[in-house]
């Protein structure tokens, strides 16, 4: 019986180790803003230094591509899988699709989300209890109201937050992962915080930072927004800091789509409209900064094409778990670069967006047939046969005639079009019995 009772505390003792030599993995994704508002970028408009010292201390990828659009995003990072093999509607994450939350807490991660949620919005999505988080604290839920900055709508662990008058949701969501990275660091567990943030998306209110409260200028407001969420993301690296736990925390920073297209921003000279809702790059084209104190080399940046199918198995090596066992997986891990390695580079993108399948008419950016297409570093491809130089046409404006392309345009048209044809011709997870809209 004493054999049996050391035996014991010798498995528990070697279960405790390995627990703490585990990494804690922070992962953000702030909602509807692109690559052109961040300082570490080369953003002059904006004002981001939390960001762009995580960036320094790690490595910045300068060619992450998201879909275009919120939800599609989510599932997109949340699976590992294109939007091809599971994407069903709008504001829905596809029940029985193992997420990386589910693949950590099956490892013995202690799991939190906060921010916002948007993938249960019929009885088709699935909650985040369900999704694999222990703990939630959450905008965009069934029961929870339209605000969501200034005196909010959060959904705490299947409670409506009673808040006092003049509470800010970015910051109660903040303030519940501050607290929940002081509790599993005071234990010792491993733990995943997953953190999609609210902002900076519409409405456009003032913020806490900005100076004029009464303003009803988007822009100014914006900014001030894109500015403060930089300061929640360093709340979180001083929670790190504080709770000793700094050093042994990878933290992933990225945005779900581009920018809102009522909002133009100055870059390197330019103007950019902003491109949530369309496949075109401003659309798709966001930050990716990764940090890891003493594990990531600093100073770096990386132009390998990354697609949001990529982090999960990114995720998962980074933290030497077990693979996940899925099957229509195409992400690709881009850990041996974080670690200055080649690792294996991607040669192209794919991607899919069909945003309201079951739309009552295809007639906007939202709502529309589904679309396919491919992309490499320069090239981009569609299933109606539409190719684009991507350096020369950013706006895809000029598609490449067929004949009178160069030999690399039509080497990339090949190269591409095996691309699309080795993906499924529909979505796998759409009922198109349910489809109104019309063909274009």
Known sequence: MRISYLCLLASLAITTLFASDQPNIVLIMADDVGYECFSSYGSREYSTPRLDALAEEGIRFENCHSTPLCTPSRVNLMSGKSNVFNYYNFGVYPKGEPTFANHLKDQGYATAVAGKWQLILDDKGISPTEAGFDTYCLWNMPQTSRERYWNPSLDQNGEILDLPEGAYGPDVCASFLEAFIEEQAETGTPFLAYYPMILPHNPFPPAPNSL????????????????????????????????????????????????????????????????????????????????????????????????????FP????????????????????????????????????????????????????????????????????????????????????????????????????LALQAVIDSYPSQGQAVDYSLVNGVRD
Not at 240 to 268: H, M
Not at 353 to 363: K, L
Request: glycine share 8%; aromatic share 12%.
């Open 212 to 311: 004029d409260q009464s303003s009803k200028d988007d822009k100014p407001n914006f900014i001030d927004m894109v500015n403060y969420l930089d300061s929640l993301v360093g709340r979180l690296a001083d929670a790190l800091d504080k709770g000793g736990v700094r050093d042994n925390t990878l933290i992933i920073f990225t945005s779900d789509n581009g920018t809102n297209a009522d909002l133009t921003s100055s870059f390197q000279g330019e103007d950019i409209v902003g491109g949530k809702g369309y496949t075109k790059d401003h659309g798709t084209h966001v930050p990716l900064i990764v940090n890891w104190p003493g594990k990531i080399p600093p100073e770096q940046v990386n132009d390998d094409l990354i697609a949001f199918s990529d982090f």
């Open 314 to 413: 990114t995720i998962v090596e980074a933290a030497e778990l077990p693979p996940k066992t899925v099957t229509e997986s195409d992400g690709i891990s881009f850990w041996p670069q974080c670690l200055g390695q080649e690792g294996s580079k991607r040669d192209w993108v794919y991607g899919y967006y069909f945003p309201r399948p079951y739309a009552e008419s295809f007639d906007d950016k939202y709502r529309h047939w589904e679309v396919r297409y491919a992309r490499d570093k320069r090239f981009k491809l569609y299933d109606n046969g539409s190719l684009y130089d991507t350096r020369m046409d950013v706006l895809e404006k000029r598609p490449l005639d067929p004949e009178r392309s160069s030999p690399a345009a039509k080497r990339a048209r």
